[in-house]
């Protein structure tokens, strides 16, 4: 077994801004596990993250340090592989998820199966995936959703120069599809609650972490009085955080890259199911490779947004593809990721 690194720079076709970040490049570690003996290759993914500390060089430095455990094959599961490596891993989530990602499709691929398959998840009524529109002028806003015709759209605000209400009520003459609007934590309470009624009347399906994480008296506040549901994002990165969601959220967006992988995300699932919330799995802006990965966990969600691979155009790889929405996946088995190079 050899552990073997990919390093790339993803060209964004569009500066990509959000409350707290604006990026025209993305920097990604594409994981490979090659299995020397069947030629078999499985193939994960994390992107660099600065308001998470996360560059390419810290997760490459972490994964070394499990390379032994890695390559010494001892491992049966991608989910012992997960344990065994956790705690060494625990500081570098992101470096967890690339490994647990390649880990899962080599398993599926040893198997024949795609990774859904495996799993025995039943794909008929996978939701469809938003495309993200980022904080910008209203008429830049405008021709990113005329080049991408889409059902649904996440609308990033909560940048400081914005009148967030003006930029929905624009956006809204331009298409009948339904809108998600994300703050990024760039919202007060007061502001949320106010502002709930109208984007309900704008047809927005729910809002998403309009708060600072740490605010959590102004989120009891918005979770009793919105009239949109509130999903976390921000404030649900690892398995503990599902719990203490329950009473201040609708829902929980949950991030491979920051829980520590396809390991965890699934537990976060199934417990945030058990207690009725809303489940969501979003992307940070990976290759085809992190968004294959994503792909096989369709059946068990409310919510999706995996639009990472459309909003790059030098994807270093292949994999799921998109028809207004929907994923189509890919005729490979495992997750059907490949490397173009």
């Not at 080599?106 to 990774?115: F, Q, Y």
């Not at 959703?145 to 956006?171: C, F, H, N, S």
Request: proline share 4%; charged share 20%; aromatic share 8%.
């Amino acid at each position: 077994m050899q552990l073997i690194f990919h390093r790339h720079t993803l060209a964004l076709r569009h500066t990509f801004t959000i409350a707290h970040d604006s990026r025209r490049t993305q920097e990604t570690l594409i994981v490979e596990l090659r299995d020397e003996q069947t030629g078999l290759r499985g193939f994960g993914e994390a992107t660099a993250n600065p308001y998470y500390g996360i560059t390419i060089g810290n997760m490459v430095a972490a994964l070394e340090t499990v390379q032994n455990i890695v390559e010494a094959k001892a491992w049966q599961t991608a989910e012992h592989l997960w344990a065994m490596t956790q705690p060494l891993l625990a500081r570098n989530s992101f470096a967890q998820c690339a490994l647990d990602e390649a880990a899962y499709d080599l398993m599926a691929k040893r198997a024949g199966v795609a990774l859904h398959q495996f799993w025995n998840l039943d794909p008929a009524r996978n939701p469809l995936t938003n495309y993200t529109i980022g904080i910008d002028t209203v008429e830049n806003m405008v021709v990113k959703m005329q080049e991408m015709p889409w059902p649904i759209y996440k609308i990033k605000l909560g940048g400081q120069a914005t009148d967030d209400l003006a930029i929905v009520r624009e956006l809204r003459k331009h298409t009948p599809a339904t809108f998600r609007v994300d703050a990024n934590c760039g919202w007060t309470a007061d502001q949320t609650v106010q502002f709930a009624p109208t984007l309900q009347s704008l047809g927005v399906e729910f809002i998403e972490q309009p708060l600072p994480a740490g605010d959590w008296d102004g989120q009891c506040h918005v979770y009793q009085n919105s009239a949109l549901p509130i999903i976390a994002d921000e404030s649900c990165i690892v398995e503990k955080d599902v719990d203490m969601c329950i009473t201040f959220f609708h829902g929980v967006n949950i991030k491979l890259t920051k829980c520590g992988g396809l390991t965890p995300a699934r537990r976060m699932i199934a417990n945030a199911r058990q207690h009725g919330l809303r489940v969501m799995v979003g992307c940070m802006t990976e290759s085809s490779v992190g968004i294959s990965a994503i792909a096989h966990l369709l059946p068990l969600l409310d919510y999706v947004d995996m639009d990472g691979s459309l909003l790059i155009a030098n994807d270093p790889a292949a994999g799921v593809t998109f028809d207004f929405g929907r994923v189509i996946y890919a005729n490979e088995n495992g997750t059907g990721a490949t490397l173009k190079v």
